[in-house]
T-cell receptor
Framework: DTGVSQDPRHKITKRGQNVTFRCDPISEHNRLYWYRQTLGQGPEFLTYFQNEAQLEKSRLLSDRFSAERPKGSFSTLEIQRTEQGDSAMYLC??????????FGPGTRLTVT | DQQVKQNSPSLSVQEGRISILNCDYTNSMFDYFLWYKKYPAEGPTFLISISSIKDKNEDGRFTVFLNKSAKHLSLHIVPSQPGDSAVYFCAASASNAGNMLTFGGGTRLMVKP
């Protein structure tokens, strides 16, 4: 397995547009996590799935953010009506039920 | 309220010497602690972890120490190599909270040849 992959690696969008990011986790992993990292800060937890169930979503930054993992494999993170403050690195990680999380390379979003 | 803090934003050491990176936490529910290394434009790479039932875990050149009473952990790298130069993040999780990670702000380590 090649690890966690994310697509796209970079996204530039205009304010007000919707964007969607994809994450493919390590295939044997049950859990999938989304984080956001802004410059000079550590990653900040957004939401996570166990198989296809979204077990925590209260940390999503606003109702413009949503995530899905429809078949318990890949996941998507959507941001509607993007704002300049959404510019950040969006990271996906996966793990077994316990243990360390393995991160993908991230998607860097720039909102102009 | 920062539950995980790395008070040193940067650290510079000579190649071959020991690097010690520190991390403090406030949440008593944290029971699993991890260190990640991050290069620019890449995702964090897992280095080493420790469960709250232990006070030390070693993996090659990397050792993590946990002092639960002080709510403090540290990462020791011996000997330090120029390729270790990166940003290091401390993270903590609670098993009763889905293991979501709470990260510190990071410490930039520079190892000089």
């Amino acid at each position: 397995d090649t690890g966690v992959s994310q697509d796209p690696r970079h996204k530039i969008t205009k304010r007000g547009q919707n964007v969607t990011f994809r994450c493919d986790p390590i295939s044997e992993h049950n859990r999938l996590y989304w984080y956001r990292q802004t410059l000079g800060q550590g990653p900040e937890f957004l939401t996570y799935f166990q198989n296809e169930a979204q077990l925590e979503k209260s940390r999503l930054l606003s109702d413009r953010f949503s995530a899905e993992r429809p078949k318990g494999s890949f996941s998507t993170l959507e941001i509607q009506r993007t704002e300049q403050g959404d510019s950040a690195m969006y990271l996906c990680a996966s793990s077994f039920l316990t243990g360390e999380q393995y991160f993908g390379p991230g998607t860097r979003l720039t909102v102009t | 309220d920062q539950q995980v803090k790395q008070n040193s934003p940067s650290l510079s050491v000579q190649e071959g010497r020991i690097s010690i990176l520190n991390c403090d936490y406030t949440n008593s529910m944290f029971d699993y602690f991890l260190w990640y290394k991050k290069y620019p434009a890449e995702g964090p790479t897992f280095l080493i972890s420790i469960s709250s039932i232990k006070d030390k875990n070693e993996d090659g050149r990397f050792t993590v120490f946990l002092n639960k009473s002080a709510k403090h952990l540290s990462l020791h790298i011996v000997p330090s190599q120029p390729g270790d130069s990166a940003v290091y993040f401390c993270a903590a999780s609670a098993s009763n909270a889905g293991n979501m990670l709470t990260f510190g702000g990071g410490t930039r380590l520079m190892v000089k040849p």
